[in-house]
């Protein structure tokens, strides 16, 4: 790359550009410079998902991030660095402008946008081949990791083809011999004793080689090529919540360690691999209203993200994308106050946010007198304020299950109600309790980056991805 193309580059980043014509900029800039020591194609794709992962939440975690422990995010940091192509998802599914998480992952997966619900199953119920299933027949080693079931919608798209997302008993049996790597919940999935047909898939795996482990110093000790470790019954608690539970701590991995161990199974050798890795949580703290949770929830994310990113660094036949499945909520930070001069001391108040929206209602369905008083104390006690008398009113009324009429249906729900509530103490917004239909983040380094610029729609991943692997 010639100085003038590359000053060029850095002065319409520092610009303020958008990342989509960053990104192509960058593109065309990597291919004219044919950048010596870089292979062209990778030995390995890392594809991590932050489930549900609307703009707001990378910028107001970058923020957050700088105040809690004084440092930015990974992703922020990759958005600025030169050698990143930056892109935009284009999400949508065959049967809504709004995608779920199982019609996403398929779009990935098969190269066909089908109904939400679904996955790798089209519109016409035909099946469809999964991600995981064509690597399966060449070789490439594939590993999924989340913080949801590791038989959710996102990380099964790669590697189940099931005709609803509901079939998690089933999912988990399509995993056999063709994920090498299956990290997260969803032990209920596996266990004889919570299986609908009492099948004992943890022995089945056992029988195939696979280290099968449960607790988080199993899984730091284990040392097999081929694991399934399950760290809950459902989904892995929230780290805002593990954050408060010194035992919890002790039994429940990390996303970080977690996406630690999936990816030295694929670096220590030189075997081709696809490698997903969830922040499934995110999503459902944006379902949640739920700002506190999710920002600690997309910080634990960009924790593995940086671990990652660090244990590539000095290889470079490995590449990195960052992307979102859909957003959800679209929550973002509002300036307040004469000039939004109290905007940072509002949004500094999340940090005083002792647990989730979820552990907030299960504290109050454990309340003994369910009064006004309690929710007030539980209120201060969680989020670090008192409402004021029409909000605890308002409140009561929602928790109840009261019938009330609300100009916005977010407003009738408790979760979308608390949301606003604590939005008037941070100045944190949200568009409603749903995912939403806008563009995602998309962010990739490394071999074959270039593949990812501007903008993607999700039923072209596929062939972006075989392509470089398989091409
Ligand atoms: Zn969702």
């Given at each position: 790359m010639s100085y003038s193309r590359r000053h060029l580059l850095k002065g319409s980043l520092a610009g303020g550009a958008t990342g989509l014509l960053a990104g192509l900029g960058q593109a065309q800039g990597q291919e004219g410079s044919g950048v010596s020591g870089?292979?062209?194609?990778?030995?390995?794709?890392?594809?991590?998902?932050?489930?549900?992962?609307?703009?707001?939440?990378?910028?107001?975690?970058?923020?957050?991030?700088?105040?809690?422990?004084?440092?930015?995010?990974?992703?922020?940091?990759?958005?600025?660095?030169?050698?990143?192509?930056?892109?935009?998802?284009?999400?949508?599914?065959?049967?809504s402008l709004v995608t779920d998480s199982a019609a996403a992952s398929s779009a990935w997966s098969s190269g066909k946008r089908v109904p939400n619900g679904q996955i790798n199953f089209d519109a016409n119920g035909k099946r469809l081949e999964s991600i995981g299933e064509t690597l399966q027949k060449d070789r490439v080693r594939l590993g999924l990791v989340s913080t949801a079931s590791i038989t959710h919608a996102t990380p099964a798209g790669f590697a189940a083809s099931v005709i609803k997302r509901g079939q998690e008993d089933l999912i988990a049996t399509q995993y056999l011999n063709r994920v090498d790597v299956i990290l997260g919940g969803g032990s209920r999935f596996f266990d004889p004793k919570m299986r609908k047909d009492k099948k004992d898939l943890?022995?089945?795996?056992?029988?195939?080689?696979?280290?099968?482990?449960?607790?988080?110093?199993?899984l730091l000790k284990s040392k097999s090529k081929k694991i399934l470790g399950t760290f809950s019954p459902g989904y892995i608690p929230y780290t805002i919540?593990?954050?408060?539970?010194?035992?919890?701590?002790?039994?429940?991995?990390?996303?970080?360690?977690?996406?630690?161990?999936?990816?030295?199974?694929?670096?220590?050798?030189?075997?081709?691999?696809?490698?997903?890795?969830?922040?499934?949580?995110?999503?459902?703290?944006?379902?949640?209203?739920?700002?506190?949770?999710?920002?600690?929830?997309?910080?634990?994310?960009?924790?593995?993200?940086?671990?990652?990113?660090?244990?590539?660094?000095?290889?470079?036949?490995?590449?990195?994308?960052?992307?979102?499945?859909?957003?959800?909520?679209?929550?973002?930070?509002?300036?307040?106050?004469?000039?939004?001069?109290?905007?940072?001391?509002?949004?500094?108040?999340?940090?005083?946010?002792?647990?989730?929206?979820?552990?907030?209602?299960?504290?109050?369905?454990?309340?003994?007198?369910?009064?006004?008083?309690?929710?007030?104390?539980?209120?201060?006690?969680?989020?670090?304020?008192?409402?004021?008398?029409?909000?605890?009113?308002?409140?009561?009324?929602?928790?109840?299950?009261?019938?009330?009429?609300?100009?916005?249906?977010?407003?009738?729900?408790?979760?979308?109600?608390?949301?606003?509530?604590?939005?008037?103490?941070?100045?944190?917004?949200?568009?409603?309790?749903?995912?939403?239909?806008?563009?995602?983040q998309l962010t990739s380094i490394g071999p074959g980056a270039e593949r990812f610029a501007g903008l993607v729609r999700n039923d072209s991943v596929r062939d972006r991805l075989l392509g470089l692997l398989l091409g």
């Amino acid at each position: 790359m010639s100085y003038s193309r590359r000053h060029l580059l850095k002065g319409s980043l520092a610009g303020g550009a958008t990342g989509l014509l960053a990104g192509l900029g960058q593109a065309q800039g990597q291919e004219g410079s044919g950048v010596s020591g870089t292979r062209k194609k990778p030995r390995g794709i890392i594809f991590c998902v932050s489930d549900g992962m609307s703009q707001g939440v990378l910028s107001m975690t970058e923020a957050f991030s700088k105040q809690v422990r004084g440092k930015g995010t990974a992703w922020w940091e990759l958005l600025a660095n030169s050698k990143a192509t930056l892109g935009l998802m284009d999400t949508a599914s065959s049967s809504s402008l709004v995608t779920d998480s199982a019609a996403a992952s398929s779009a990935w997966s098969s190269g066909k946008r089908v109904p939400n619900g679904q996955i790798n199953f089209d519109a016409n119920g035909k099946r469809l081949e999964s991600i995981g299933e064509t690597l399966q027949k060449d070789r490439v080693r594939l590993g999924l990791v989340s913080t949801a079931s590791i038989t959710h919608a996102t990380p099964a798209g790669f590697a189940a083809s099931v005709i609803k997302r509901g079939q998690e008993d089933l999912i988990a049996t399509q995993y056999l011999n063709r994920v090498d790597v299956i990290l997260g919940g969803g032990s209920r999935f596996f266990d004889p004793k919570m299986r609908k047909d009492k099948k004992d898939l943890f022995g089945t795996f056992a029988k195939e080689k696979y280290d099968v482990v449960r607790t988080r110093d199993d899984l730091l000790k284990s040392k097999s090529k081929k694991i399934l470790g399950t760290f809950s019954p459902g989904y892995i608690p929230y780290t805002i919540d593990r954050d408060q539970d010194a035992e919890m701590q002790k039994k429940v991995p990390t996303l970080s360690e977690m996406s630690e161990a999936a990816l030295s199974r694929f670096l220590d050798d030189d075997e081709p691999f696809l490698l997903q890795v969830e922040g499934a949580r995110i999503d459902h703290a944006a379902h949640k209203n739920d700002i506190g949770a999710i920002l600690n929830e997309q910080m634990a994310f960009d924790d593995a993200v940086g671990k990652m990113l660090g244990m590539t660094s000095d290889h470079d036949d490995i590449l990195v994308i960052l992307t979102s499945d859909h957003g959800n909520a679209n929550p973002g930070l509002n300036g307040t106050g004469a000039g939004y001069r109290q905007t940072n001391d509002h949004f500094a108040k999340i940090a005083q946010i002792k647990g989730s929206a979820e552990w907030f209602l299960q504290r109050w369905g454990k309340s003994e007198t369910k009064s006004g008083g309690e929710m007030s104390k539980l209120m201060e006690a969680t989020y670090g304020f008192k409402p004021a008398p029409q909000e605890l009113e308002a409140m009561m009324d929602r928790i109840s299950g009261k019938k009330v009429t609300e100009w916005s249906n977010q407003l009738s729900n408790p979760v979308g109600l608390l949301g606003q509530i604590v939005g008037n103490v941070t100045g944190v917004g949200w568009t409603g309790i749903c995912h939403t239909s806008d563009p995602t983040q998309l962010t990739s380094i490394g071999p074959g980056a270039e593949r990812f610029a501007g903008l993607v729609r999700n039923d072209s991943v596929r062939d972006r991805l075989l392509g470089l692997l398989l091409g």
